[in-house]
């Protein structure tokens, strides 16, 4: 597959969504300081200075909802072009490679397939990014105690590893999801011709396309349940330690050693790594659809390379 070419075509988009998603990512990392910092001044009765950091988190956050409004306007320039690239590897696939495969194949590779590889590549410039938040995360906690540095490691640790363990099931899961999918849009295709055409089998692919059917409700069912399911299992051990952090934060503040702007720092940031790892589960999950999508993909040979 020639996915290094297309991308490489698509260059100047690709910049592009590079530097939207760091502004909106980086200031979502600054405006909880300015917060943090308005709250501090409250408690210590400095109300001016309190005003003044309140006025420039609004400004922060309305600039990060103009560039929200660009990262999408970009997302969609480089979906387009990668998209036209793809279009043209299938237009320029072998006939030969193209007749073994089965008329829902064709379709759902020249359709949904292209559609799953191309958005995830259009949203993995911003996860690469969300995934760089944990590492300025956990150097803030380190700064500002050990023991929630810790704690937040090991618990991010061990809910990548849950990912990777369970990752191989949800690709399987997606595979079979697929395969009856197209299964069932063969049979669709059957019906239909026999109909057209007045054939005398309807009543046996009737039959056929609500085994399909059942198949495939089946198989779809099967591979979201247990992907969301992954989810929920991370999100709630995340959910525990950051009220556990939570708590020993207020214990920190009442023995001297934070300040209370800070807890809502931790929580703001905590909040953060949630939303975080709710993305790297969606990423886990795209990223297995992504992999079968590709696999698809490769069974039309393109007779020749496409041009940079």
């Not at 709250?39 to 988190?57: D, P, S």
């Not at 990912?163 to 197209?182: A, E, H, I, P, W």
Request: net charge positive; hydrophobic share 45%; with cysteine.
């Amino acid at each position: 597959m020639n996915t290094k070419t297309i991308i490489k075509n698509a260059k100047s988009e690709f910049i592009y969504k590079i530097i939207t998603s760091i502004f909106i990512r980086g200031l979502l990392l600054i405006i909880p300081i300015f917060w943090t910092k308005a709250i501090n001044h409250l408690t210590e009765g400095t109300y001016n200075k309190a005003y003044f950091l309140v006025i420039v988190a609004l400004i922060l956050s309305l600039l990060h909802y103009f560039w929200e409004y660009l990262n999408q306007k970009t997302w969609y320039m480089f979906y387009n072009k990668i998209y036209s690239g793809y279009i043209t590897l299938i237009g320029e696939g072998n006939k030969d490679s193209i007749k073994k495969l089965s008329l829902g194949e064709y379709n759902n590779i020249s359709n949904e397939d292209i559609d799953i590889i191309c958005t995830f590549l259009g949203n993995l410039v911003t996860r690469v990014i969300q995934v760089l938040e944990f590492v300025v995360i956990y150097f803030y906690f380190l700064s500002i105690d050990i023991y929630i540095f810790l704690i937040t490691v090991i618990v991010s640790i061990v809910l990548v590893a849950i990912f990777l363990m369970t990752g191989s099931q949800v690709q399987k899961l997606n595979q079979d999801r697929k395969n009856s999918l197209d299964k069932k849009i063969i049979t669709v295709n059957d019906m239909y011709n026999t109909i057209k055409e007045n054939k005398n089998d309807y009543e046996v692919l009737k039959k056929r396309f609500y085994t399909r059917s059942n198949e495939y409700i089946k198989n779809n069912a099967n591979f979201n349940i247990m992907a969301q399911l992954i989810i929920y299992v991370v999100l709630g051990i995340i959910e525990i330690s950051r009220y556990f952090l939570i708590l020993y934060a207020i214990y920190l503040v009442y023995i001297g050693k934070m300040e209370i702007g800070t807890i809502l720092l931790v929580y703001t940031y905590y909040s953060q790594i949630l939303s975080n790892f709710e993305i790297m589960g969606t990423i886990n999950v795209s990223y297995r659809s992504f992999l079968v999508s590709v696999s698809r993909l490769n069974r039309i040979e393109v007779k020749k390379a496409i041009k940079e």
